[in-house]
């Protein structure tokens, strides 16, 4: 198959970046931005009311006097906080992600039969495995890449302002960001991608196959399928047929096949092992701790139900003939 | 191995009307066909048949390909423009060059430029910018910049005015067509195209009802136009078609003999869209 070669691939992944751009680029950045705002808004408000009211935290040095005092375990935690300010603003920005990724699927496949510009595109010699996998790639690594590369540069900006504003009050900038970790958590987000890949396969996969064979309102139909199976096994107990609980439907089907696009979504379904307070809260974002979800079945079942749900969108983006 | 295309038996149904009844054709390099027909009468379906975007029954063969198993090799060597609202409107003119150039192994990118110069279409212009008349004219300089041996075009020119209509056809002879391709093109305004087909192909109710070249056509269909006093006569020979004009009556024969019908009156060759109602009539009824 000539036609799938790597070059054409980079261009159709290219095209729906210019098609996305606002999704893709421009909501993460702006979700960082805001972010950012409020952030130095909050601490320029905190240092002007301090200043009203005559609190000087730390100007006559006693800041630098605790930090002094402190021994290696509180500095640690010191810089545990640091890391938590960078994974928070990465947090926002990967909500704002799941979002993008879930609404971009669902119209992948659906927009350009709607006004017709599919049309236009199977004009082309372009596949249509070629064109669902380009989707499939513009989802699970065009997206996260592009938000994690603007989560990084908004947690380090984060960083910095953190760091600047404790400066004033008389701690030494350099001493605090060596206390942070942030290429550890640039190295864990990086690193986190292939997880997400995986993970997201079964809510792309199924995102996709309703907006390649609905006729109309595919969100309607991807939302309300699952859950209306949801209601009637729950409703006549159907899951007590294989001795599980209803709960097993609603999580294992309707929430891992509606709502793994979300980042993080590996993480609570692999944290049944890990006991909190260990000294290190973030290990759960440590890559030795987000991969032990590759002995999953949960992760496995859910890339074949993803690989087979992209199939069938293929075969429907090829037969569905209503343009 | 001249045939472009060869249908044989082609046969489409939707739930309980049939769009395609059995058709067969055959069209060889180097045409422009006229594929003419009511709404509904099927002509979309045919092109969508051709062009493997749509299941069918019976045998169809284009440039040597089933169109329906082998579509993405086929559409290498075919282009297609439907009507004007297909290009997707976010797309900018640089960005629509930039891709077709790099998926299309057939296209020229130099000729693609040279055609946009001569248009009002800047590279940073997106398609929801354009004038209906401008989407045209950035589809037509990507299609004819590929160097393919079928284009379809279906209903090119719906909705653009006359100046763009005229310039849009005239583009496709000077800078186009040539003998190794060929062109089918389906629209409502027959007026505009007779001049430049070499074949015609009327499609009623799935069926083509004709199917000859302009030439035979002209052998083929005859108007004359007949006094008050010769009508009954021009009447008795059982004309296809006939209308009244200054108190004269125009009639329409299909392989009637020339010279009986010299004797009525003065002889013309019937424009297409005459031909067109001539055959159509009754269609809505």
Redesign the interface.
Known sequence: ?K?LGL??M???V??EF??HKGGFFWAPVITGGIFLLLNLMGIITAEVIGAQHGIHFGAGGELRTLMSRMDAGDLSKVGLALDVAMYSAIGIIAVVLGFVVFFYCLGALYD?RR??????W??????NAGTVLSKVISATVLAPVIAIVVGIVVGMAQLLILAVTLSFHGVNVWQLLVLAHPFRVMANLIGYIPIYLLWALPTVGWLLFCSAWSRSKPFLWAVALPVAAGLLISWFGIMGLFNLPTTWFWVNVVQRGLLSAFPGGSLMASSHGFSVGNGNELGLLDLGQTYQILGSANLWIGVLAGAALIAAATWFR??R?DS | MSAVITATGLSKRYKNTAALDNVSFSIPSGRIVGLIGPNGAGKTTVL?AI?G???FQGELNVLGLNPCTH???L??N?????DV????????VR?AV???A????RFDRAKCEAFLKRTKLTPNQRVKQMSKGMIVQL?LALVMAIDARLLVLDEPTLGLDILYRKQFYQNLLEDYFDEDKTIIVTTHQVEEVEHILTDLMFIRDGKIVLDADMDAIGERFIEVLVNADRAAAARAMRPLDERQVFGKSIFLFDGADRAVLEGLGETRRPSVSDLFVATMKGTYA
């Open positions: 198959m036609t070059n054409n980079y261009w159709l290219k095209r210019w098609e350009d006004d017709r510009s599919i049309l236009f199977k004009s082309l010699p372009i596949s090829r037969w003939d | 969508k062009l975007l749509t299941p579509r993405d090799e559409m290498e075919v282009c297609f423009i439907a609202a297909v290009l997707p409107r976010w797309l900018r960005d930039d891709f077709v790099h998926v299309h192994p589809h």
